[in-house]
């Protein structure tokens, strides 16, 4: 919501959708960069001193880029949505460190994160929804206040909820080795491939489904083609999490990855809008036990003293396949057509899969 808000109201306060474009480009590159600088704080200092603080910075970021918008230098104003970007609370990360701290037994966390994949999938059917009836219906700028409500609300309430907080670690972990850094670790660092093309097939479809459907003149019906791969995720989730016995979670993004793969396989041999719509459905079945498995292998392998940081980078991985699944996409649409960008989708998927067979095998 956040990001489609500030394009709205950029927009509208500024009339420029090249300043609007560059406003949301900067918002997701400044949370993807500093996103884990900011959980490495709240590892240390702990999320009941440090996420309200945050929190504020961002809200207050948000209004000054939606007040200065046309009315401030081009510069200033992406200034502002760097600050909110970069001071972004990570609501998924606090309550992924939460759980992790909570329940100790695998199939119990396996559980937990399906649950926050399932919601999180409900999120992105709603809020894309809610903003943009709340700027087209209400005012402009009404999207972002409603975003940044819920932003400081949630992640406030949650905060000073202390008796699940995770325990602060202070500038330095109390034990006589320093725990090594979270990019170091191993089996973490294939687990951000794997949510890397993730983000691509993320930012690709909704350029190549937008590209479809404005050539065959039915732009109408995009949203509900978009909304299948949330609403087959939503069923995913839900079945991951009943599952009676707990896989390894290498083997599930091994094989959800593949999954995936083969679902834009579908979208490149069937660039139509039906044939995108099935992609999105086989593909949906993939995400939410990639993103419940990529939480557990988080909590299974990065230090305690670091979760925070650990979860953070699972979503910095895919915010930048987004960037660059769309970036992508968008030359190839506008130089080949979709076709030729769905055969794209193909090659960004199987950086999901080369690291999924990676982490597997050791």
Do not use: K
Not at 2 to 10: A, E, P, R, W
Not at 216 to 235: K, M
């Amino acid at each position: 919501m956040t990001g489609l808000g500030l394009l709205f109201s950029v927009q509208h306060t500024s009339g420029s959708f090249a300043l609007a474009g560059a406003a949301t480009g900067s918002f997701a590159v400044a949370e993807a960069a500093v996103g884990p600088q900011v959980a490495r704080l709240v590892d240390r200092w702990g999320q009941t001193v440090t996420v309200p603080a945050v929190t504020v910075v961002h809200v207050v970021a948000i209004i000054a880029a939606v007040l200065l918008a046309g009315s401030a230098p081009v510069a200033v104003t992406l200034a502002t949505v760097v600050v909110a970007g970069a001071a972004m609370p990570q609501p998924g990360a606090l309550s992924a460190a939460r759980w992790a701290g909570l329940l100790a037994e695998p199939t119990a966390l396996r559980v937990a994160f399906s649950l926050e994949a399932t919601v999180n999938d409900v999120a992105f059917l709603v809020g894309p929804v809610l903003a943009t009836l709340a700027s087209s219906l209400l005012l402009p700028w009404a999207g972002s206040a409603a975003a940044a409500m819920l932003v400081a609300v949630g992640c406030v309430v949650v905060s000073l909820q202390r008796s699940t907080a995770p325990r602060p670690h202070g500038p330095r972990v109390s034990d006589a080795r320093e725990p090594s850094p979270v990019l170091a670790v191993p089996g973490f660092r294939w687990t951000l491939g794997v949510n890397l093309g993730l983000g691509c097939f993320f930012g690709a479809v909704p350029l190549l489904v937008t590209a479809v459907a404005a050539d065959r003149g039915l732009q109408t019906v995009t949203g509900v083609v978009l909304a299948l791969s949330s609403a087959a995720s939503i069923v995913a989730g839900l079945a991951y999490g009943a599952l009676r016995t707990s896989p390894r979670p290498q083997a599930v993004q091994l094989m959800a990855s593949i999954v995936l793969c083969g679902a834009a396989l579908i979208g490149a041999a069937w660039p139509t809008l039906a044939g995108l719509a099935v992609m999105l459905l086989v593909g949906g079945t993939a995400i939410a036990p990639l993103v419940a498995s990529s939480s557990q292998i988080v909590q299974a392998t990065v230090p305690a003293a670091s979760l925070t940081q650990g979860f953070t980078w699972i979503n910095s991985a895919s915010a930048a396949g987004i960037a660059f699944g769309a970036a992508l996409t968008g030359i190839l649409v506008a130089r080949s057509g979709a076709g030729s960008a769905a055969i794209g989708l193909v090659s960004l998927v199987l950086i999901a899969v080369a690291s999924a067979v990676l982490a597997a095998r050791r």
